[in-house]
């Protein structure tokens, strides 16, 4: 534990952080008040309730809870677990946004909500809206040992920063940050409006580069370099001066043209970038300096793990591996290598085979949580690809937590594999929907429940959106899914070779869209013609790289 | 017209004066687009000046006069138009303006807190407004979590409080 009473990994709430939200869930009861009376319109009272995470969907409102760079207590988990069984019907959707979501909440609840989430330090504030979103991170993080710096102090400065910013709380459009303090991208940063990767110079200085401009959605862009090192100390300027050309100059007159990235490329990489260095050189920075008495304070806010393991911790998990091959394909899929020896990261899969990627009922949230409790330090990270993760398991304990993982249906060995979807919520939920992401995924999910032929097919991404909106990400994944609407009909686009990661690029679309059950079929062609076309060990996206679209457009087309 | 001062001493109306017609003795605002083409008139002695602007005519423009500016009015046209928190900005931070900003238009009461810390000194109100709503919520909020204009005592951390308008 922290030792301090403080939680592991995320920011402890003081008392000032907690009159702030309580201040904020009255404003929000005074608001609904306000428009139960009929004083504000629907169209007055949509963005003050975005601004508070309050969406209306399909058939309920659907309210989305932010998650601050990925990292809960227990304590949290189980006050998501209370809302989850007392609001909704029992379950949570995890997002890829780290969020979460219920979706069957009622108006009259709402604020009544938000006060209990407001008793474990949570909050939905701008987790909707023309404003700066829940910043995301890497669900690694503080942990990985690739890791240089743990990005989640700065994750949460942002969040500070950025919340209820005067200037930037009626942007042209929502916007969206990651960070990461990994060489390693786990958080796709230049798919972001700003993509931040935190990093130390020769003399251990903090400092960071910035890209910005990147999305998904209905343009996919790839965010143009900004800095390659921005002193720690320059951090909220530089954002500042981003935000204030970007409140300025975007447009306004077309949802689909207003997010950032549209502007970058309007006025061209380089004019975009010489507009921020101008309003940089002209701003008081003085004003916006980050102190190191500042990054010091909220730093202490977050509890620290005490990292104890037994010196052969590792030797007990090798043994244990050697003894259970089950277990051992688990730890080579779901694991991440820790920065202390005696510990591990753990992936925990919210993709059973046929489930629904990303949700979880509040019995598994509040199992989860007292795992979490028992072993790792009481702290959950959720991660953008709908999985929950740990951050700091003993090695030796790990089996023992496999085992409570699989009693629970959270120990799919699947994180990375074709078996662990990313999926939005698609029809089943959202008004924007084109087509029902939900099933289509579900049925993938059948296809390939075979664990050993996951393993053999080895790492590839299957990501699915509903619109074009790609809340789904499905650019960004070796096989991506979109949802379309062809004369009424529900039909699907296959992208191919969209990666995240640090080798970055945007899937490419393969050819004609095809309903439901041909989509499925595509993708087990696509994956037989991987197979058999891959050299060695080569993943799908280098074999894709290799031989281009060629030979899988003809597997998915010529036969059809 | 009703007005809410987000800080003591906003001035009270001025009239606008149409771009075509003579200057009149007292207080009055010009429009941008007449301050641009015939520069700012001496008003030695005969009151002050102030300039209109539209969302969409950038602050940057009065750098040349804005020491003979007492008075800015912005004019939002929609609510969620929110380039006005920036041109407020501009106008204090890059500008050094220290005259009244006035901001017109359909606003929200839940932004007045926000175009306060962005240094606006007053709002007109709409017609119809209850003045009680909107210092309700202009006081609502007691932290803020980043630097203003109004440059408040800050600390621990990123921390500041954020001072409600003093009302009157
Ligand atoms: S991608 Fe489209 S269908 Fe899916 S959640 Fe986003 S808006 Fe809704």
Redesign the pocket.
Known sequence: MSGHGLPVGTYGYDATDRAFLADRVDEFRDQVQRRLDGALSEDEFKPLRLMNGLYLQLHAYMLRVAIPYGTLSAIQLRGLAAVARRHDRGYAHFTTRQNIQFNWIRLEDAADILAELAVVDMHAIQTSGNCIRNVTSDEFAGAAADELVDPRVYAEILRQWSTLHPEFSFLPRKFKFAISGSPQDRVAARFHDIGIVARRDDAGRIGFGVHAGGGLGRTPAIGIPMREWLPEEELLAYMEAILRVYNAHGRRDNAYKSRIKILVQALGAEAFTRAVEDEFAAMPRHRFRLEPKTVAAIAARFGTPALEAPADAAAVLAADRAADPAFDHWVSTNTHPHRDPGHICVVLSLKPTGGIPGDASAAQMDAVADLAERYSHAEIRVSHLQNLAFGHVRRDRLRSLWQELAALGLASANAGLIGDIVC???LDY?T??NAR?IPIAQRISDRFADAELQRRIGPLRINI???I????HHHAAGIGILGVDKKGEEFFQLTLGGTAESDVAIGQILGPSLPEAEAVVAIERLVETYLSLRTGEERFLDTYRRLGNRPFKEAVYAAA | MLRLELEPGASAAWPEIADDAPLPDGDCILSFARLRAGGVPDRSGSGRLGVSLRIDEPVEALAGSIERLALVLLTVPAFRDGRVFTQARTLRERLDFAGEIRVAGPVLPDQAAFLERCGVSSLVLPANADEAVWRRANARMHTAYQPSVRDEPAGPGLKRRSEAASGG
Do not use: R, V, Y
């Not at chain 1, 909106?469 to 789904?472: K, S």
């Open positions: 939005c919520p698609g959202c924007l929907a992401s959106s509903g619109c909106n790609a809340c789904g």
